[in-house]
C-alpha cells in the first residue's frame, strides 16, 4: 500500500474536506499483522505512520484479518461487504477506543475508508 499516494487521493477529495470539516482524530488501522497510525487533523490526514506499535497513541482502532481488509478494499465488494458495519456484526473488523469519537467523525471515516477500494 502506497500511503503518501493514498494520503494526497485522500486529501485532495472536495467532499472529504466538506464532510469532515474540524474532524481531528488518530486511527489505529490493524490490517492482519501490520498496524497504521492515521493521524488526521482538520479533515485532512495529517500523517500515516506504520508499526509496529508497543503502546499506540490512538483515539480508536479498527482491528481485523488481512483476508478481512482485502474483501472491504476489493474494487468490486461482495454483497453484505460493501460498508464496514458489516464486519463489525461478522466481528471480522472489531472497533475498539472511544466509540463516541468514532461515531462523530463517521461519514468521513467512511469516505475516507472508500479511498481504500481497489487498492488490491
Given at each position: 500500500?502506497?500511503?503518501n499516494r493514498?494520503k494526497?487521493?485522500?486529501?485532495?477529495?472536495?467532499?472529504?474536506a466538506?464532510q469532515?470539516?474540524g474532524?481531528?482524530?488518530r486511527l489505529?488501522l490493524g490490517?492482519g499483522?501490520?498496524?497504521y497510525?492515521?493521524t488526521?487533523?482538520?479533515?485532512?490526514?495529517a500523517?500515516v505512520?506504520?508499526?509496529?506499535?508497543?503502546m499506540?497513541?490512538?483515539?480508536f482502532?479498527?482491528?481485523?484479518?488481512?483476508d478481512?481488509?482485502?474483501r472491504?478494499?476489493?474494487p468490486?465488494?461482495?454483497?453484505?461487504?460493501q460498508?464496514?458495519?458489516?464486519f463489525f456484526r461478522?466481528?471480522?473488523?472489531?472497533?475498539?477506543g472511544d466509540?463516541?469519537?468514532f461515531?462523530?467523525h463517521?461519514?468521513?471515516?467512511k469516505?475516507?475508508?472508500a479511498?481504500l477500494?481497489?487498492r488490491?
Open positions: 500500500m502506497d500511503w493514498y494526497e487521493k485522500v486529501n485532495a477529495d472536495p467532499l472529504l466538506h469532515g470539516a474532524s481531528s482524530f489505529l490490517w499483522g501490520d498496524q497510525l492515521i488526521v487533523h482538520e479533515a485532512s490526514i500523517s505512520k506504520t508499526g509496529p506499535f508497543v499506540p497513541q490512538c483515539d482502532a479498527l482491528t481485523g484479518s488481512a478481512a481488509w482485502d472491504f478494499v476489493s468490486q465488494p461482495a454483497p453484505r461487504e460498508d464496514i458495519f458489516a461478522s466481528r471480522e473488523i472489531m472497533l475498539t466509540t463516541r469519537k461515531y462523530a463517521l461519514m468521513y471515516l469516505l475516507m475508508l479511498h477500494r481497489g488490491t
